[in-house]
Each structure stands twice: as C-alpha cells, then as structure tokens.
C-alpha cells in the first residue's frame, strides 16, 4: 500500500495547510541543513526551512543531487512570497512500505492513483478576508484545538482567487495549485458557517 503523503481529513472542520513540491533542496549552508532554497523543474526558486523531524531522514535517506516530492507546509506574507516549511519527503520506494506491483511505476503516476499532483496544496480553515479587485482571499489556520489555542499557533495564507464576500467568516476547504511563488485556488468548498467564540 502506497501511503498517501496528504492523509484524508478526519473532521469536516480540520484544518490544515499542506502542499507536495517535487524539487531539489540546497541547504544555504553544508553544515546546517535546516535553511535553504527548493528549485523546481521550471527552476522557480522557494525559500524553504526544514522541519526537525524530517532533517534526520534527509542525513540518512537523501541524496542532495536528487529532486525529491517534498511534504510541505506554506507560509506567505503576500501574494507572491511563497516561503516552504518541510515536514517530510514522499518516496514511495525508499521511504515507504510498497505494493511490489507498483514497483515499475513512475512516482507521479503514483500519485495520480491518490487524487494528488505536483505542486497541489489543501488549505483547510476560516476565510477571513475577500478582496474582489485584486482577486485575493485570506485563509486562517488554527494548528491546535480551540481550547488549547493561542494567537500564537495561527497564522494566515494569502491565495490567489475569488470567493463570494457573503462567505467571509466560513470555514472553507479549497484545492490550491502552487504556480511560482504563488498559491492559486482551483476549487473551494464552504463547509459551515463559524460561530464565533464565547468570551
């Protein structure tokens, strides 16, 4: 069984921020692996940091020459500074357990079978920001339940795309395509409108 490198959301109201980038990673530094730069096949360049978890499997498993899909989350400040945070690497023969009939199979055809794509990203959370003539939406995102919340553990991604305004303050699910430096929604879908927090 291929594991599939975006899991299957559990509850209709996670949310999440979470991306597959095929690229090759170059640390700014040799002996410090945790910042640097992913160069995509088109050779867009990404500001990239290296999550704790994944710098152990990059010192035993990777070879840096080598493009690689990379388990990502996103950052942005604006429309067209995408900054990557990786949280692991999608290599269905060297990291994970395989079907030996998928054997002969190229990765990306692997993904497909999942529904997934270079470049695709799900961001789950509360649209909290419409702006109609730039055609822009911001997403928040809550990584921790509400009652463990703080300011602190969210944060906000800015897509390019267009959502009706009398959705604002929804909880939305949308399929987003990296295109350079730049998140650009391919489809949304409201799930509920958010009741706001007793104080």
Request: net charge positive; charged share 25%; with cysteine.
């Amino acid at each position: 069984m291929i594991k599939n490198p975006i899991q299957e959301v559990t509850n209709k109201l996670q949310y999440r921020a979470i991306g597959i980038v095929k690229g090759i990673y170059k640390p700014n530094n040799i002996d410090q692996l945790n910042r640097g730069t992913l160069t995509d096949k088109e050779g867009k360049i990404i500001e990239t940091v290296i999550l704790g978890k994944a710098i152990a499997l990059i010192k035993k498993y990777i070879n840096l020459e080598k493009d690689y899909f990379w388990i990502v989350y996103p950052r942005n400040k604006n429309i067209n500074n995408l900054h990557l945070q990786v949280a692991g690497i999608w290599d269905p023969y060297q990291l994970n357990q395989f079907d030996k009939n998928n054997s002969e199979k190229d990765p990306n055809q692997l993904l497909e079978e999942l529904n997934l794509n270079n470049n695709y990203f799900s961001i789950r959370g509360e649209l909290v920001y419409v702006n109609i003539k730039k055609k822009e939406i911001v997403i928040k995102i809550c990584s921790s339940p509400p009652s463990k919340r703080s300011k602190y553990l969210t944060f906000k991604i800015i897509i390019e795309g267009e959502i009706p305004l009398q959705f604002l303050n929804n909880f939305v699910s949308l399929d987003v395509i990296r295109d350079g430096n730049t998140l650009r929604m391919a489809k949304y879908e409201i799930i509920e409108k958010i009741k706001p927090e007793k104080v």
